[in-house]
C-alpha cells in the first residue's frame, strides 16, 4: 500500500496535446488559460496521440487527456440513417469535438474510436464557412452535438454560443443541440433563437444510475429543461435509447408519467423514440474491450446494425408510444 500513490491516475485533463499549427489559435489560447496546471505538450498532428495503436480505453475513461487540433477537411457530414431526421430533407452533423465527458456504457463512440481522450478542433471560422457555402445549395438541418455533448462543454470550449449567435442570422439553418447538460448557466447568458433546437435525452432514473452514472439526474435535467422552456428555447425530448431491462415495463411507466407531471406537453417541440441500436463495427469493437449488459446482448441484425429481436423492440416501442401519446399528439411523436 505504500506505493499505491506511485500508480494512482493523473486528475482530468492533466495533459493537454496542441498541434503546433493552432497553438496561437485564439481558442486554443483561451482553453489553456482554464488550465494552467496542465502539463501542455507540442504534437504536429493530433493522430499521433489519438491514433497510436495499442491504447487502454478503459484507463483513459479514468483519465482523460486533452488534444487540440485543427480540422483540415469534412467539416460537415451526411447524419447516419439511424438518426431520425424529422422531416428534414438535408441533415447533417458536425464534430467539433471528438468524444464526450460522460462516458455512457451504451455509447458508440466507445466502438467508433480507439481512445477515450477527448479532441477539440478550435478551428471553428472554417466550419462556419462551409455551412455558408452549403446554404448558398439549400437549407440544412445541423445536428452540432453529435460526437460529444456540446453543452456541457462549453466550459471548456465556448462553441455552443457562437453557433447559437450564428443561428441568429441564418433562416435556412436549423440547428439541433442533442445534450444531457444541465449548464444552465451556459443557456442563460443567451437569447433564445427560433432556429435552434435542445434536444435532451431522458431516460429512467433506473436506467441513468446504471448505464450512465456519470451524467446528471433525472431530476436535475427535468429542472433544466423547464427553465429553458421558461426562458423561450424550443425544447426537444428523446427517449433514446430504450434499454430492454427487466421490470422495463413499469420502470418506463412510471418514467414517462413522472416527465410530463413536471413537464408541459403542450411546450415541447417533440418527441424522438427509439431503441438501442449501434453500427455492427462498432459494437464487435466494444465487445473486445467491455463486457456489460449493453454489449453481450444476444441483437440480431437490421440494416447494418445490430438492435433488439423484433418481437422485443416491437413489444418496448408500442408500449412506451403508447404512454405518450396520452400527452403528446402523435404527429409530435418521431421513431427509428
Same mark, same amino acid.
Given at each position: 500500500?505504500?506505493?499505491?500513490?506511485?500508480?494512482?491516475?493523473?486528475?482530468?485533463?492533466?495533459?493537454?496535446?496542441?498541434?503546433?499549427?493552432?497553438?496561437?489559435?485564439?481558442?486554443?489560447?483561451?482553453?489553456?488559460?482554464?488550465?494552467?496546471?496542465?502539463?501542455?505538450?507540442?504534437?504536429?498532428?493530433?493522430?499521433?496521440?489519438?491514433?497510436?495503436?495499442?491504447?487502454?480505453?478503459?484507463?483513459?475513461?479514468?483519465?482523460?487527456?486533452?488534444?487540440?487540433?485543427?480540422?483540415?477537411?469534412?467539416?460537415?457530414?451526411?447524419?447516419?440513417?439511424?438518426?431520425? +431526421?424529422?422531416?428534414?430533407?438535408?441533415?447533417?452533423?458536425?464534430?467539433?469535438?471528438?468524444?464526450?465527458?460522460? +462516458?455512457?456504457? #451504451?455509447?458508440?463512440?466507445?466502438?467508433?474510436?480507439?481512445?477515450?481522450?477527448?479532441?477539440? =478542433?478550435? +478551428?471553428?471560422?472554417?466550419? =462556419?464557412?462551409?455551412?455558408?457555402?452549403?446554404?448558398?445549395?439549400?437549407?440544412?438541418?445541423?445536428?452540432?452535438?453529435?460526437?460529444?455533448?456540446?453543452?456541457?462543454?462549453?466550459?471548456?470550449?465556448?462553441? =455552443?454560443?457562437?453557433?447559437?449567435?450564428?443561428?441568429?442570422?441564418?433562416?435556412?439553418?436549423?440547428?439541433?443541440?442533442?445534450?444531457?447538460?444541465?449548464?444552465?448557466?451556459?443557456?442563460?447568458?443567451?437569447?433564445?433563437?427560433?432556429?435552434?433546437?435542445?434536444?435532451?435525452?431522458?431516460?429512467?432514473?433506473?436506467?441513468?444510475?446504471?448505464?450512465?452514472?456519470?451524467?446528471?439526474?433525472?431530476?436535475?435535467?427535468? +429542472?433544466?429543461?423547464?427553465?429553458?422552456?421558461?426562458?423561450?428555447?424550443?425544447?426537444?425530448?428523446? =427517449?433514446?435509447?430504450?434499454?430492454?431491462?427487466?421490470?422495463?415495463?413499469?420502470?418506463?411507466?412510471?418514467?414517462?408519467?413522472?416527465?410530463?407531471?413536471?413537464?408541459?406537453?403542450?411546450?415541447?417541440?417533440?418527441?424522438?423514440?427509439?431503441?438501442?441500436?449501434?453500427?455492427?463495427?462498432?459494437?464487435?469493437?466494444?465487445?473486445?474491450?467491455?463486457?456489460?449488459?449493453?454489449?453481450?446482448?444476444? #441483437?440480431?441484425?437490421?440494416?447494418?446494425?445490430?438492435?433488439?429481436?423484433?418481437?422485443?423492440?416491437?413489444?418496448?416501442?408500442?408500449?412506451?408510444?403508447?404512454?405518450?401519446?396520452? #400527452?403528446?399528439?402523435?404527429?409530435?411523436?418521431?421513431?427509428?
Amino acid at each position: 500500500m505504500k506505493n499505491s500513490k506511485k500508480f494512482s491516475l493523473s486528475k482530468p485533463f492533466s495533459h493537454i496535446y496542441v498541434e503546433k499549427e493552432v497553438i496561437s489559435h485564439h481558442i486554443t489560447q483561451e482553453i489553456l488559460k482554464k488550465f494552467t496546471h496542465s502539463k501542455v505538450i507540442p504534437i504536429n498532428h493530433y493522430k499521433e496521440v489519438f491514433s497510436r495503436p495499442r491504447q487502454s480505453y478503459k484507463l483513459q475513461e479514468l483519465s482523460k487527456k486533452l488534444i487540440l487540433a485543427k480540422r483540415r477537411d469534412t467539416f460537415l457530414s451526411p447524419a447516419s440513417p439511424l438518426c431520425q +431526421n424529422f422531416g428534414y430533407h438535408h441533415f447533417y452533423y458536425t464534430n467539433l469535438i471528438i468524444n464526450c465527458i460522460f +462516458n455512457c456504457d #451504451y455509447c458508440f463512440l466507445k466502438g467508433m474510436y480507439s481512445s477515450a481522450n477527448i479532441v477539440i =478542433f478550435v +478551428n471553428i471560422e472554417d466550419y =462556419f464557412q462551409e455551412i455558408e457555402n452549403m446554404l448558398k445549395k439549400h437549407p440544412l438541418y445541423l445536428s452540432i452535438s453529435y460526437e460529444t455533448d456540446l453543452l456541457a462543454m462549453e466550459g471548456i470550449a465556448p462553441f =455552443f454560443s457562437q453557433f447559437v449567435n450564428l443561428a441568429y442570422s441564418k433562416e435556412d439553418l436549423i440547428l439541433e443541440v442533442r445534450t444531457k447538460s444541465v449548464n444552465y448557466m451556459a443557456l442563460k447568458s443567451l437569447k433564445p433563437s427560433p432556429n435552434v433546437i435542445l434536444a435532451w435525452t431522458l431516460l429512467p432514473q433506473e436506467i441513468i444510475e446504471r448505464f450512465e452514472p456519470q451524467t446528471p439526474r433525472l431530476p436535475i435535467r427535468i +429542472n433544466t429543461i423547464k427553465k429553458a422552456i421558461c426562458d423561450g428555447w424550443r425544447v426537444r425530448l428523446s =427517449f433514446d435509447p430504450i434499454i430492454f431491462v427487466e421490470d422495463w415495463r413499469e420502470i418506463y411507466e412510471r418514467f414517462i408519467d413522472y416527465v410530463f407531471r413536471e413537464i408541459p406537453s403542450s411546450q415541447i417541440q417533440d418527441i424522438s423514440v427509439g431503441v438501442f441500436r449501434i453500427p455492427k463495427e462498432y459494437l464487435k469493437k466494444m465487445r473486445k474491450t467491455f463486457e456489460n449488459e449493453i454489449t453481450l446482448f444476444p #441483437y440480431i441484425e437490421d440494416k447494418e446494425a445490430y438492435t433488439y429481436p423484433s418481437p422485443i423492440k416491437e413489444e418496448l416501442l408500442n408500449f412506451i408510444i403508447s404512454k405518450i401519446k396520452n #400527452y403528446i399528439p402523435e404527429n409530435k411523436i418521431f421513431t427509428i
